[in-house]
């Protein structure tokens, strides 16, 4: 057993034959027009479209429900759940919570050593702060290694050429320092 949808016919008014008399033109024309009618259709039809109605209200609904209680918007924060914080009480908890004096111990800690990047003072500074993540109770402290190349100074200047086959004279060299415009 199928539920039958209705069919729908068009009907496309026929012409009739001229008459032979012509009283009255608009007379003749509203007899050969058809009236357009709704096509019939029977209960299981109506059964069919009231429920394809209500399932569109449904997911409307849902959709709003999701935009009106702000689901969205709660991806581009990093809180989780959507939640949001309080600019004032994250102020207050700075200011009563972070000490200057242990802040100024810091900063001279990092500055007393060298720390340019690719170092054994910039591997040292990581350890300092993988240590102080771990003594901070944090859950989970990796060090990644990453393998650059960096151009580091010297004091007999730094270059970046194309060398020759024979490797003594450069083919090409690179500007390092761009001139002063002003």
Not at 145 to 162: E, H, L, T
Not at 166 to 171: E, S, V
């Amino acid at each position: 057993w199928r539920p039958r949808l209705p069919r729908f016919r068009i009907q496309l008014p026929s012409r009739a034959t001229e008459p032979t008399r012509h009283e009255n033109e608009a007379e003749t024309e509203t007899n050969t027009e058809t009236r357009r009618q709704w096509p019939r259709m029977n209960s299981m039809a109506l059964i069919i479209v009231f429920a394809r109605l209500v399932a569109l209200l449904i997911v409307l609904g849902f959709i709003y429900f999701l935009f009106a209680t702000g689901f969205f918007s709660g991806f581009s924060t990093r809180l989780p759940g959507g939640l949001r914080f309080d600019p004032e009480d994250l102020k207050a908890f700075l200011q009563s919570n972070v000490d200057p004096m242990r802040m100024r111990a810091s900063v001279l800690h990092y500055s007393h050593y060298a720390h340019i990047a690719g170092t054994e003072g910039d591997y040292a500074m990581a350890m300092d702060v993988e240590s102080m993540f771990h003594r901070a109770g944090l859950e989970s402290v990796q060090l990644d290694k990453y393998y650059v190349y960096v151009n580091y100074p010297r004091k007999d200047g730094r270059a970046v050429q194309i060398m020759d086959t024979d490797g003594k004279t450069a083919k090409w060299t690179a500007k390092l320092d761009e001139e002063e415009r002003g």
